[in-house]
C-alpha cells in the first residue's frame, strides 16, 4: 500500500542551517510537493551518544505515532539508541536516513568509534528500509550488516535559486583583483578549515581574500581555535568568518566568489559542491569520504583529504595561473547541466519507499553509465557485430522461408542500464526487430526504453532481476539473441552457468561485450601501479550480488561453457583508450580503482591516495593516457 503520510524525526531544532538539515527540510518540502503529507519534527537532548533527555523524547515521540505510522529516523538522531527502537519497531514503520556512519565521524577515540559502530548496527537492524546520501555511503552500510536490498540513495540536490546565481554568463574576471575564495561548513574538525588557513598562510596575501562561511557555535572550542590561528598567521585582513548567515547572505557569497575550496576530512556526499557548480563556481576540494566520487566531475579539482601540502600546491596554481582557474570554471559550466533537482531526489526516495526490493546502488550509477558509453561504442569490435548481423540475417530468411512469414527478430539485453548496447547494436542489426530490455532499476530502465525506441524499433521492458533460478523462465522463450554489455564479469560461475543453459534451450546466439580482462594499463608509468592493478582485479571477484564475482575471468569461462554445448565462439578484444579529451571518464574510473583497491586492502590508503593524486595531476595536465582492457565475445549455435 503507497504510503501517504510520513514522519520525520531529527536531533534538536530542525531549522539548522547545515547541509544535513537542509538535505532534511529540502527533501520534505519536495515530497509534500508530489502529494505526500509530512511532519517534521525535532528532538531534544544531547546525540549522537544520547542523554536521558535524548532518550525520553525519541520514546515519547514513537510512542505518540499511530499504529503503522512510516517513521523516518535521521541516523544521528536514532544511532545511539537502539533500546528505543527496539520497543516500537513491531508497531511503526521505521526506516533510517543515514547521512554517513556515526563511527565516522574525526576526532573521535578508538573506544568512541567501536561503542558508535555497535550502537549503529543494532539500531539498524531494528528498521526496514535505510536511505542515504551517497553511493558511498550506502557501501559502507553493509559493514553494518544492513542488506543491499534494503538501501536507497536519493542523492541530495540544489536549489533553482543557485542556477539563478550563475555567473557564466559574466565577463571575465580581472587576472589583478584578488581571487574571491569561498567555504561554507559549520566550523568542525570534519570541515577543517584550520588546513585551508595553514594552506592559505603560503599564498601571496594581495592574490586572494578568503570567506569562511557557517556556524561557530556548534563546536565553540575548534572555531576560536580556528580564529586564534587566523590572527596568529597575520591573515585577519585576508579571511573573514562570517558565523551562520541567511539564505539571502548565503547566496550573496557564491554569487561574489571566484573559487570554492572545501578542505573537509569526511563527507557523506558534500551538498556543497553541487551548489558552487550550479552558480558556475570551480572547485578545490578534498577527496575525504563520498567526495573521492562525488566530486569527480568536470569543474572540480581533487586533492588528497588531510594533504595541506596538496591543497596549498594546488591554491597556488590556481593563485597564480588565471588560465588554469579559467579552465576549471569552464569545467564547471559543464558540470551545471547535469546537477539534479530536489524533485529528482524525491522521486528517488520515493521509489525506494514503496518498493519491495532495491537494486545496487553501487551497481547502477546513471552518470556513470552516461560517462562510458561513448567509450564503450568506440571500443567495440566490428567484425563481431558485422558477424551477428549476417547470422541473423540467415535466421530470419529460414525462419521466413519455413513459416512463409515475417517475423521480427526476438532480441534480449540483459541488465541493460540505460540501453547503451541496444542503441549501438539495432542500426547495425537486420530488422524488423523487437527488443526485451531487462533492468532491475525502474528509472534507468525507463530511460533505456526510451533511447531504443528512438532508433525505430518496437521494445518491451522488464525491470526485474535475473538469477541462477529464475533465468530459464524469466527469458523469453522465443529468443533469437541475448547480448549484455559490461556485465558478466560481476555474475557468479552458477549464475553464468544458468545463461547458458537459457541460451542453449532456446538455439539463441549470444553476444557479450565490453568484459574486463584483468589489465589496465597507465602512460607514463607511476610505481603503484601494479600493487592498484592486483587489488583491483582481487577486488572484481568480490560478491556483486550475485555470489563470488568472475572478474577477469568471466570471458573465459563463458566461452568454455559454450564451447562445451556444441556452439560456435568468437572472441576479439575491445580495449578503452582514453586521454584528457575523456576527463570524466577517467576521473571516475581511477576513483573507482582506488577505492576499490582501498576496500581490498585498508592498510594501502594512504599509498592508493598518493597515486591516486599523482594520477589526476597529470590527467589534469594532459600528460596522463589510459588504456583498460575488455573483450567481446560472439557465440552462435551448431547449424
Known sequence: MPVSELWFVVPGDPQQNTGGYRYV?????????????????????????PDGTAINAMDRYLKA????ASVVLDGLA?????EVLERHRKRLKLMALVHHPLADESGLSAAEQAWLKDAETRALACVCKVFTTSYYTARRLAHYGVPVASVTAALPAVDDEFFALSTCSEPARDPSDPVQILCVGHLSLRK???????ALAEQATDAWFCTLLGSDQRDSMYSAEVKAQVHASGLAGCIRLTGEVSETGLWNAYQQADLFVLPSEYEGYGMVVDEALACGLPVLSSDGGALRETGARSGVQLYPAGDIAALGQALARLLENPDELARLRAGARESRARIRRWRDTAGDFLAGLESEQNADPARFDDHWLRAREPADHRARNPKLTDQLAAWLQVRQYRYQRTRDTVRPLQLVDVGTGRGSNPVYLAPR?????????????GSLAGTAAERVQGTGVSVSLRTESLSAGNMQ????????????SALIDLVSDEWLQALVSAVVARNAAVHV?????????????????DRLRALVNQHQHGEKGTGAALGPDATRRLRALLVATGYQVSVAPSPWQLDSGEQELALLLMTGWARAASEQQPSAGAEINRWLHARKQQLAAGELRISVQHEDLLAWPPA
Request: net charge negative; proline share 11%.
Open 513 to 529: 561485450v565490453l568484459s574486463y580482462s584483468g589489465r589496465f594499463e597507465l602512460s607514463p608509468e607511476h610505481p603503484s601501479d
Open 429 to 441: 542489426l537486420p530488422g524488423p526487430q523487437n527488443w526485451t530490455l531487462i533492468e532491475p532499476d
Open 192 to 198: 577543517a578549515q584550520h588546513q585551508l588557513v595553514l
Open 25 to 49: 527540510r529540502k527533501l520534505a518540502e519536495a515530497l509534500a510537493d508530489a502529494g505526500l503529507k509530512v511532519h517534521l519534527d525535532g528532538l531534544e537532548g544531547e546525540f549522537p551518544r
Open 65 to 68: 505515532l499511530p499504529e503503522g
Open 473 to 484: 523462465d524469466e527469458l523469453p522463450a522465443d529468443a533469437d539473441l541475448v547480448c549484455a
Open 78 to 82: 536514532m544511532g545511539g539508541m537502539p
